[in-house]
């Protein structure tokens, strides 16, 4: 991640220089508006206009966010016309010599190939086309070539070619976080598909039997867990959103302890302190009910008294703190660790490496599972949640209709 921020960087750079040279070149006292010295607003300017070039390459190369973009770029570079392309196809074309697609497609292959830009004069029989010239730069990502940036001009310049390199770089870094977005879109779907795999074959058997067990002499009661059932299942296994609200996730918990509860009864002792103002918090689908789940396995394991399980949602400024403790078996520190580490298959530790990693991947290394326990000293575990994240969305309630 160092060396993509460094990179990052190094691609701003040129564009503060780009804006520095228009600022001596064109920059005009009267027209500042209050903004400094005509290097300061053309500096500005220039960072403005990218600013608004970057928000459709965030979604990848398209024909539509290609568009979008052209004419910002275009603006950036200052040329009379300018295409982005893919590997086979100009996406667009904004400004002057439209005429020239064919051509600039058949003079990509050696630049698409190698990945080096070039500069070469266009051929042309109109004698008032405004574009003679083009600069080609590639638009890589993770060194493969993506498609091109190709600047065109009324006559050959040494600036446009490096001008155009640096845009070129601008724009492969704004395809190389849409790149990143969707692999860690991709990613999230498919831990969260893992998740709903792990969900215990024997607690749905389990939670069928006990319904099927008060069908008879208890209706009502069989229709109540029934519905539990059907609200708990249908929130596991719903399809829009990776995100939901700690309300919700709480609600679906709700009813997974109810439907506990109806098979061990009094053994089972739950507590819960939710503050009210953390209920809309934002957090990953289906983070903490394999916490509880866990908690309930290990609270219930190997013992035949009562199991207290305590659920905490407390209020800690900028972050809303979750805690789910039981006074169960526990587990030995160093199996914890390789269960997280994914170095041993978990014995019964539900969905815990899985929960680890998407806490991690939403919302930094910093905001891992906090784990403490030991063999026969139960467990306590701690979510730190961020009350606001960048494209951290709930997708809306999903529940009984």
Known sequence: ????????????????????????????????????????????????????????????????????????????????????TDLTDVLVWDGAGAHHRAEIMERLAGPLETGRGEAFPLVCDTPDCAVRWAVVAPLTVDDRVHGALVACAPRESAVLVRAAGEVARWVSVQLELADLDQSRTRLIEAEIKAL???????????????????????????????????????????????????????????HYLAL?????????????????????????????????????????????????????????????????????????PGLLRRILAREVSPSGGIGLSNVDDRLRQVYGDDHGLVIETAAGAGMKITVRLPKYQPGVHSAGRVGRG
């Open 260 to 332: 506990v509860r109806a098979r061990f009864g009094d053994r089972l002792a739950v507590t819960l302190q939710i503050a009210p103002e953390v209920l809309p918090v934002a957090l990953p689908f289906l983070c903490l009910q394999p916490l509880v789940e866990n908690a309930v396995k290990h609270g219930l394991e190997g013992k035949t008294d009562r199991c207290h399980i305590r659920i905490s949602a407390q209020d800690e400024g900028a972050e809303a703190l979750v805690v789910i403790e039981d006074d169960g078996a526990g587990m030995d």
């Open 1 to 84: 991640m160092s060396g993509f921020l460094a990179g990052l960087v190094v691609a701003v750079l040129p564009l503060l220089a780009a804006g520095f040279w228009l600022g001596r070149r064109t920059a005009r006292p009267e027209h500042l508006g209050g903004l400094g010295t005509p290097v300061e607003h053309a500096t500005f300017q220039t960072l403005h206009t990218a600013s608004l070039a970057t928000p459709p390459l965030r979604a990848g190369l398209t024909e539509e966010t290609a568009r979008k973009s052209a004419r910002k770029l275009r603006s950036l570079l200052g040329t009379d016309a300018l295409c982005l």
């Open 196 to 254: 709903r795999a792990q969900i215990s074959p024997h607690f749905i058997f389990n939670s069928l039997a006990v319904i099927a067990s008060f069908v008879r002499t208890d209706p009502e009661r069989a229709r109540e867990l029934l519905l539990e059932f059907a609200d708990f299942t249908r929130y596991s296994f719903r399809r829009h959103g990776d995100f939901t609200t700690l309300a919700d996730e709480l609600h679906a918990i709700d």
